[in-house]
């Protein structure tokens, strides 16, 4: 399975998350109020037909509750997609070893 590796880093001075490599455009979360995390999530079931797992570097730099805990959803939500791409490789490779037929 091919990979796609992104970058996340952090303008603390302007309260954004900047995912780099992911989409076809430079991703930015405000994180200055709440947090809404509908649009990433968008973007990112648009890849799920490449079936591509993502891997990811996180920027190392002092983080407050709050950006930790929008950090660990990122994690959580690319880590789900992953999932559902193995399971679907996982489907596809199980259906080619065993026909229909097999089970009646």
């Known amino acids: 399975m091919s990979q796609l590796q992104c970058d996340i880093k ?4 302007n309260n954004k998350i900047l995912i780099n490599d992911l989409f076809d455009e430079l991703f930015s979360i405000d994180y200055s109020t709440d947090v809404d995390l509908t649009e990433f999530v968008t973007e990112l ?6 079936k591509k ?4 570097i996180i920027e190392e730099v002092e983080m407050d509750d709050k950006l930790k ?3 660990e959803t990122l994690e959580e939500i690319l880590q789900s997609y992953n999932e559902s791409i193995e399971d679907d490789v996982v489907d596809v490779d199980a259906d ?9």
């Open 10 to 13: 952090f303008d603390k001075e």
């Open 45 to 50: 079931s648009k890849l799920i037909d490449e």
């Open 53 to 56: 797992e993502i891997t990811y």
């Open 69 to 71: 805990l929008i950090i």
């Open 96 to 104: 080619s070893v065993t026909g229909a037929d097999d089970f009646f």
